[in-house]
């Protein structure tokens, strides 16, 4: 098993589960990958819960449910999430909001409100690292 470098992630393992992936949403799910990883230089990408998940500077921002097969399903599972206000967001946890997407032409239609989502995630994350 590889190490995963704070840089880099595991872009590599990513590709490989991504090239295996079995799933009736799996060109969306690229879709929305390239889009996460074009947000900013800093997000990596590595495999949680059996799902491409996405970090900030060693933080989780995102990370795919691949379990349902009715849409595509992303868990924002920060602790900053919850003060990011956003209509894609969905769920009133304390730490914890999901977005759905139904198919391609939903993919291409949220793709300006999910990288302001990540964007305004990262700003409250960076926020939070100069206040520590």
Do not use: C
């Amino acid at each position: 098993m590889r190490k995963t470098n704070a840089s880099t992630g595991n872009t590599e393992q990513v590709n490989d589960f991504m090239e295996k992936l079995d799933h009736p949403f799996k060109t969306e799910v690229q879709m929305i990958r390239e889009m996460i990883m074009k947000v900013n230089k800093d997000i990596t990408e590595e495999i949680k819960w059996k799902a491409p998940s996405f970090r900030y500077k060693g933080e989780y921002l995102v990370t795919f449910n691949l379990w349902e097969k009715e849409h595509i399903h992303l868990v924002f599972h920060n602790p900053m999430i919850s003060k990011v206000k956003s209509k894609l967001l969905e769920g009133d946890y304390d730490h914890r909001r999901m977005a759905h997407f139904s198919d391609a032409n939903d993919v291409k239609a949220k793709k300006t409100a999910l990288e302001k989502v990540l964007r305004d995630l990262i700003k409250l994350q960076n926020k939070k690292e100069e206040n520590l």
